[in-house]
């Protein structure tokens, strides 16, 4: 049937509201006015975490690279003190690294993580299980002990970068381990403490040694002292 014509309207959909856009697949213009707004806000949330997340990568490299200069220069102090070789294995860390890898090689340690950390300081409460651990790893000499010294050597790099120069606030975990361990100094067999030491540090950055040379040090002065009582 022929479509009629009226006031000079041509047939087919040629209405204000069809011309408009209603059966097109482009947004109106005002919703594209809408849109961007929204648009704009996530992409700020999105830069502003990036650039975050950025700076506090940066920051605990920072840190990292910070602590190990430290470890090394008190390190290098202490071994011209007690006159050792250059070549000696308590230049730097290798005699921590020395002792942890002794401690897995026996399967006295099962694996670098927290779990097995734990369970180590509660195999080495037994004086018959350190006798038994030392004499594995024939360790304990008096150059040692000398040497090897407590805690304080760590966490002295700890509370410089912590408490002297402020890279981290108090609710990074650095800032915690350095508040364990200055009262794990005052108490070096108090377990509940060492249980606190291990939990706060995250599982990615306890794959890094640097934060388990406390540790490391703890277990070599569990081993090789006596409880005083």
């Known amino acids: 049937m022929a479509c009629p014509r009226t006031l000079g309207k041509s047939c087919g959909f040629s209405s204000g509201k069809y011309r408009s856009g ?16 929204t648009i704009l806000k996530k992409a700020l949330v999105i830069l502003i975490i990036f650039v975050c997340s950025c ?10 690279q910070k602590l190990d200069l430290c470890y090394r220069a008190k390190a290098e ?20 690294s020395g002792i942890e890898n002794g401690l897995l090689l026996s ?61 981290v606030d108090e ?5 915690k381990m350095n508040k364990i361990g200055e009262k794990l100094l005052m108490d070096t067999y108090n377990y509940e403490l060492i249980d606190q030491l291990i939990d706060v540090i995250p599982d990615k950055e306890f794959q890094k ?10 277990i070599y002065n569990h081993l090789t002292t006596e409880k005083i009582q």
Do not use: W
């Open 22 to 37: 209603m059966f097109r697949n482009e947004p109106m213009p005002q919703l594209i006015h809408q849109a961007l707004p």
């Open 55 to 64: 700076k506090s990568a940066q920051e605990n490299i920072a840190f990292d």
């Open 77 to 96: 102090q202490r071994n011209r003190f007690m006159a050792v070789p250059a070549d000696s294995l308590f230049i730097y860390g290798n005699f921590l």
């Open 107 to 167: 399967r006295t340690l099962n694996k670098i993580d927290k779990k097995s950390y734990k369970e180590l300081f509660s195999k080495i409460k037994t004086e018959d299980a350190k006798k038994t651990i030392v004499q594995d790893l024939k360790i304990g000499s008096e150059q040692e002990k000398r040497t090897i010294d407590t805690i304080y050597l760590d966490l002295g790099c700890f509370s410089a970068l912590v408490q002297l120069e402020k890279l």
């Open 171 to 175: 609710n990074d975990f650095r800032y």
């Open 209 to 218: 040694i640097e934060y388990r040379r406390m540790l490391l040090r703890l």
